[in-house]
């Protein structure tokens, strides 16, 4: 039997009972796959053996955090992996760096790094309970990104165990043979992998090739967005920096979104370190919600307060200034309604309607947001569609989801999807800016980079997993 099988490999607790694997069946998207078992691995050696016998028996094996990605990037009938029960440690903080595993929750970093007025810069919604090995997973960013960077730029090194149990290890410094081959193979598309991505701040469809050969050779990358495709992160290193002097905050309220995403490449002039969208439809649910769109701005270190006052005068007769704020507790305050959009939205679900995220999290150039944004609002009214829609408009990314019938419009969802990653590939964007692609997009990676692009993504998959073990069916299609 299986569950005995592993409790004799684990060291960790193996649970196979029926109730474990439905909780695990789920996470924060649509999807239900149920595992075959689920193992909570003690360490880094634990990972290896179990890695080892799930090798031996072809055993497909998928890591998970706190599965709050949104396209089933954490689901599986094979092996699930939870890392947050005891693979969950600082291990080393140093001036600036901080070496972590990946079941660690972000708010619990955050909370140590605070201590010693550090902080690790990327800082999704669901900062409160999501693991720091799902960040990596999908390349994570949030309201912050716009001033420091994702978690691509922020991750240093990693400790890895591929799908056979050997260990490795990534980065600049330097990395095991099968991360030297990466270099070899990427050596021969140089090209095409300078060329074939979009010129987007953020991105996290495909595998980040573009990263791993910017500059220098930086074999780590490659995990960022890979979500546990290529090997299973248990360790990590990070770069941190300084919490910033001073942080200041101004909330700008305009009639409509267009005039808001409208006014953001103004905005972005005077270098905010977030720049984020509410717009009304996210308070659907409410009957008290007000009409109009927010745009939060907030700007830190030593010319914050300078930059947020030229950045109000620039924007009188445009805009409405409804709130500002410059002490922590009213920033977190007003912070807490923009990072509450996502459960807001979820509220929204009754039956079989529901908002739905396939579409959720495209990027284009803030330069062209505003005419990216009137098109796929036209694409809603074609179809009579309500929507939901808010995003970190600093970066060109939009967060919107129609409200749609899943049980009678699948065929409606799809042509709508197709349309709108269109016209985002024609801009020059990317169909996911920080969400991934899990199962919902991966039918999607080919229309976005092109058959010879996605040839090569087929290939790297390959190199590190050939046998298409870890969490098969995300990124690269079974075929």
């Known amino acids: 039997m299986l569950a005995d099988e592993l409790a004799r490999v684990a060291k960790g607790e193996v649970l196979a009972d029926d109730w474990n694997r439905r909780v695990y069946s789920v996470d924060a998207s649509h999807y239900e ?27 497909p ?17 094979g092996l699930v992996l939870d890392f947050t029960k005891h693979m969950n440690r600082i291990l080393e903080t140093g001036d600036d760096y901080v070496v972590v ?9 955050d909370k140590e790094l605070k201590k010693r007025n550090k902080f690790l810069p990327p800082d999704p919604a669901s900062s409160s309970y999501c693991t720091i090995g799902g960040m990596i997973a999908d390349n994570s960013s949030g309201v912050h990104c716009l001033g420091y960077g994702n978690t691509i730029d922020f991750v240093d090194a990693v400790d890895l165990v591929y799908a056979d149990g050997s260990a490795g290890h990534a980065s600049a ?16 598309h140089s090209d095409l992998v300078r060329n074939g991505y979009p010129k987007v701040s953020k ?20 995990l960022a967005a890979s979500e546990g495709t290529l090997a299973l992160v248990t360790s990590a290193r ?52 007000e009409k109009g769109s927010l745009l939060y701005v907030e700007f830190a270190g030593a010319k914050a307060q300078e930059q947020l006052e030229q950045c109000r005068q620039k924007m009188q007769g445009i805009a409405k200034a409804a709130e500002y704020a410059s002490d922590e507790q009213s920033l977190a305050k007003i912070w807490s309604a923009r990072k509450g959009a996502l459960n807001s939205i979820m509220k929204m679900t009754v039956g ?43 970066d060109g990314n939009l967060h919107t989801r129609p409200i749609v019938d899943v049980s009678s419009e ?33 039918g999607y990676i080919k229309m976005m980079y092109g058959k010879k692009l996605t040839a090569l993504f087929r290939q790297v998959k390959e190199l590190f997993d050939p046998g298409y073990l870890l969490n098969p069916g995300k990124k690269v299609p079974i075929i």
């Open 33 to 59: 796959v149920e595992p075959a078992a689920v193992v909570c691995p003690k360490d880094a050696n634990d990972v290896q053996e179990i890695m080892r016998y799930a090798f031996a028996k072809k055993l």
């Open 61 to 77: 094996v998928t890591g998970r955090g706190a599965g709050t990605g949104l396209l089933g990037q954490s689901l599986s009938r």
């Open 101 to 109: 595993q990946p079941g660690i929750v972000k708010a619990v970093l």
């Open 173 to 188: 410094a330097g990395c095991d043979g099968r991360m030297a081959s990466l270099k070899s193979l990427l050596a021969k």
């Open 203 to 222: 991105n996290s469809c495909g595998y980040r090739l573009d990263a791993v050969m910017r500059d220098r050779f930086q074999p780590h990358k490659v």
């Open 238 to 289: 990070f770069k941190i920096l300084d919490l910033p002097e001073r942080r200041c905050l101004l909330v700008l309220g305009f009639e409509d979104v267009i005039g808001a995403v409208r006014a953001a490449p103004a905005i972005l002039q005077f270098s905010p370190v977030a720049l984020e969208l509410l717009d009304h439809t996210v308070f659907l649910h409410s009957k008290s919600a």
């Open 352 to 394: 079989s309607r529901r908002p739905i995220g396939l579409v959720e999290d495209t990027v284009v150039h803030p330069s062209m947001l505003a005419e990216h944004t009137e098109s796929i609002l036209a694409a809603y009214r074609n179809h009579g569609l309500q929507y939901v829609l808010y995003g970190h408009v600093g």
């Open 410 to 442: 699948s065929e409606m969802i799809e042509k709508l999807a197709r349309r709108i990653f269109s016209e985002t590939i024609r801009k020059g964007g990317t169909i996911t800016g920080e969400h991934g692609d899990g199962l919902a997009r991966v």
